[in-house]
Nanobody, 116 residues
């Protein structure tokens, strides 16, 4: 069974940091570019950051540039999102999946709540 499991979210004050992890089970990354997505209440899910299989091509949405860092460990079928200088507007449920096409079934996500 293919499954994505996100973890590492929580409640943090503005300016704080969190590190999210996403583990893929039942498959390997198989060369896919992977991304972190987020969905805030009342908004559509959108791409936050993405990384290609080799880790040498990285994308960030403008609002997180300089604050978030995406990385991956292909041997562990895991991707990470280091989030620093968190802002209230980063509050959302965070998900991972392939950058294009969301090939794997969506996981339950991990809630990130940033308090003022």
């Amino acid at each position: 069974q293919v499954q994505l499991v996100e973890s590492g979210g929580g409640l943090v004050q503005a300016g704080g940091s969190l590190r999210l992890s996403c583990i893929l089970s039942g498959r390997t990354f198989n060369g896919y570019s992977m991304g972190w997505f987020r969905q805030a209440p009342g908004k559509e899910r959108g791409l936050v950051a993405a990384i290609n299989y080799g880790g040498d091509s990285i994308y960030y949405t403008d609002s997180v540039k300089g604050r978030f860092t995406i990385s991956r460990d292909n041997a562990k079928n895991t991707i990470y999102l280091q989030m620093n200088s968190l802002k209230f507007e980063d509050t959302a449920v965070y998900y991972c999946n392939t950058q294009i096409g969301a090939i794997f079934p969506w996981g339950q996500g991990t809630q990130v709540t940033v308090s003022l």
